[in-house]
């Protein structure tokens, strides 16, 4: 085996590397991306909360 087939054998290892990695980021983005969903109907109650604070904050600067 010669050094270019060495060089050849080791570019193709590092590419299949490379997809194995990038398939398991796929992965973990449409985990995170699940969770946000299910996580999306807290946030209405936050947006109330912060609707709340905005309000307060007015009518203690419009005094």
């Keep these: 085996m010669g050094i270019a ?4 054998d080791k570019a193709q290892e590092l590419a299949d590397q490379a997809k194995q990695k990038a398939g398991q980021g796929k992965d973990e983005a449409e985990g995170r991306a699940s969770q946000g969903r299910d996580r999306k109907p807290d946030s209405s109650g936050a947006k109330d909360r912060a609707q709340d604070a905005a309000d307060r904050a007015r009518e203690r600067f419009d005094r």
């Design 5 to 8: 087939d060495q060089f050849k």
